[in-house]
C-alpha cells in the first residue's frame, strides 16, 4: 500500500496549527503558533481576537509547514481539518484555508471531530488496542468514551457543567494564578499540603461529572478568609483542590475500566498534561493491568498533528466532504 500523506488544519480555539503526517502516526512536521501571550492580559480567550489572528497567520503557518517539511500541497493524498466544537470565528477561518486548498489542488476534504482529533493523537505514541476506555479532559470537555473499534464512540458519561480544564482556570483566577492557571495550579499542588478541606464533585455510580460546587466552594472559601483578614496558602489550596478533583477523575475512569474490561486506557485533551493525574492514573493502571497510553506533551493541547493522525482511518474508509462543508461549533462526538 502507497503511504498516505494528510496535511491538517486546526484552529479551533486560539492556536493555529497545521501538520503533516504519513500514515496516520508519522508526523513530518506540525507549526503551532500560540495566541497565549495576546490572551494572557484578558486572563483568558477573547473570540474575536483570536479569529483574526487565525486570519493574519494561516497562510504563514501553512507556508511553514510545507517549507520545513520539503514538500508541496501536491504531494498531499488529503486536507483536513477541525470543524468543530470551537470558537465560530476561529473554525470558520480554518475550514476555508482547507476548502479553498482541497479546490484548487483537487485534494478530498476530510472533516475532524476536534475531540477525535485529541482522542487519536495517542495513535501518534502507538496503535490503538479496541477495545478501550479513554478519558477526556480539556478546558471544554470531561468525558469518558468508550471505543469498541475505530470511529466508534460511545459516550458513557461527561460533566453536567464545568470542565474539568474550565474549573482549573477559574480557581486559578481566583487565587491570582494569571492565564493559563491549569498547569501552574499543577505545580504548586506539590509544593502544598492537603489543608482544605473542600466537597467530593458528584460521587455518585454514574459517570458523569459536576465541578460547579468545587468551584464555587474555593471562592468562598478564598472570599471568607479575606474577609477575616486571613491569607490564602495557595500551595496548599492547589493540592487541596487538585487531590479531591483528580481522585473523581480517576475513581471513574477506572470503575468504566473495570466494567467494560477493557485492557487500555487511553487519556486526551489538554488536561492530559497535568502530571498528578498522570501519575496517579499510572499507579491505579498497573494495579489492574491496564495499559495506559497518554499523549507526548506537544499533543496535549490542540495541534494539527492530533487532527491528521484521526483523519487517516477517515481517509481510508473514504468519508470525505463536500466543499460547502460547515463549521459546527457545538457539535458532539456521538
Do not use: W
Not at 300 to 318: E, G, H, Q, R, V
Not at 322 to 329: A, M, Q, S, T
Amino acid at each position: 500500500m502507497k503511504d498516505v500523506y494528510i496535511l491538517a488544519i486546526e484552529t479551533s480555539c486560539d492556536e493555529t496549527s497545521v501538520s503533516i503526517v504519513k500514515n496516520g502516526n508519522e508526523e513530518i512536521n506540525t507549526v503551532v503558533l500560540s495566541q497565549i501571550d495576546i490572551h494572557k492580559k484578558f486572563g483568558g480567550v477573547v473570540p474575536e481576537i483570536a479569529s483574526r489572528s487565525h486570519v493574519e497567520n494561516i497562510t504563514i503557518v501553512i507556508e511553514e509547514c510545507l517549507n520545513n517539511s520539503n514538500m508541496k500541497v501536491e504531494d498531499m493524498d488529503a486536507i483536513a481539518v477541525t470543524y468543530g466544537p470551537g470558537l465560530a470565528g476561529a473554525l470558520i477561518v480554518g475550514v476555508e484555508a482547507a476548502k479553498t486548498l482541497a479546490m484548487i489542488y483537487n485534494k478530498p476534504l476530510i472533516a475532524v471531530h476536534h475531540i477525535a482529533g485529541h482522542i487519536y493523537a495517542n495513535r501518534l505514541e502507538k496503535k490503538l488496542k479496541f477495545p478501550l476506555i479513554c478519558l477526556v479532559v480539556s478546558g471544554g470537555h470531561t468525558e469518558i468514551i468508550y471505543m469498541k473499534e475505530d470511529y466508534s464512540f460511545q459516550k458513557l458519561g461527561g460533566t453536567l457543567d464545568d470542565s474539568v480544564g474550565e474549573s482549573y482556570d477559574k480557581i486559578a483566577r481566583v487565587i491570582g494564578v494569571p492565564y493559563p492557571g491549569g498547569p501552574i495550579i499543577d505545580k504548586y499542588s506539590y509544593m502544598g499540603k492537603h489543608t482544605y478541606n473542600l466537597p467530593v464533585p458528584l460521587d455518585d455510580d454514574s459517570f458523569n461529572f459536576s465541578f460547579s460546587g468545587i468551584k464555587s466552594a474555593v471562592i468562598n472559601l478564598v472570599h471568607n478568609e479575606k474577609q477575616r483578614g486571613n491569607e490564602i496558602n495557595v500551595y496548599d489550596l492547589s493540592k487541596s483542590f487538585e487531590d479531591v478533583v483528580v481522585d473523581i477523575l480517576v475513581k471513574k475512569t477506572m470503575k468504566a475500566v473495570k466494567k467494560y474490561e477493557v485492557k487500555e486506557l487511553l487519556v486526551a485533551g489538554g488536561v492530559s498534561a497535568n502530571r498528578f493525574l498522570r501519575e496517579t492514573l499510572k499507579e491505579e493502571c498497573d494495579k489492574q493491568n491496564v495499559e495506559l497510553i497518554v499523549p507526548e506533551l506537544k499533543y496535549c493541547t490542540d495541534n494539527a498533528a492530533m487532527i491528521a493522525a484521526a483523519a487517516y482511518n477517515m481517509y481510508l474508509d473514504n468519508r470525505f466532504s463536500d466543499l460547502d462543508l460547515k463549521i459546527k461549533p457545538t457539535d458532539k462526538i456521538n
